[in-house]
């Protein structure tokens, strides 16, 4: 059975450092910072992943993948980002289908 991701007090330190930074456009060239509408707040909330670096913005719309699409994109996601291994039930080395069966636990979304 495959852990359940929870935000520890490490990464919120991290994320407390490094958000900062990628608003003046320093660190990672692969690090951005993604900004969400919280659902029952409704405000803006802030996280290191992706879309924004430094004074560049773009507004996106997510939309999310069916599992026939999410399962190649998480087979990939697996092989490059091992450390996310222990979230996952299925291995980088299962076929597509295995991964597609468990698209449903690890939502997969497309940016426009």
Do not use: C, W
């Not at 930074?21 to 992706?50: K, N, Y």
């Not at 670096?53 to 599992?67: D, I, M, N, T, Y």
């Amino acid at each position: 059975m495959s852990k359940t991701y929870r935000l520890g007090r490490f990464r919120r330190a991290m994320n407390a450092l490094v958000t900062p930074m990628l608003r003046l456009g320093i660190g990672a060239r692969s690090a951005h910072l993604l900004t969400t509408t919280g659902a029952r707040t409704g405000l803006a909330r802030t996280t290191p992943v992706t879309l924004r670096r430094g004074r560049v913005v773009q507004q996106l719309h997510a939309h999310e993948l069916g599992p026939q699409a999410a399962g190649p994109v998480l087979q990939g996601y697996l092989r490059q980002e091992p450390v996310t291994a222990a979230f996952f039930d299925a291995r980088a080395t299962d076929d597509v289908a295995t991964l597609v069966a468990e698209a449903s636990r690890h939502p997969v979304f497309a940016l426009t």
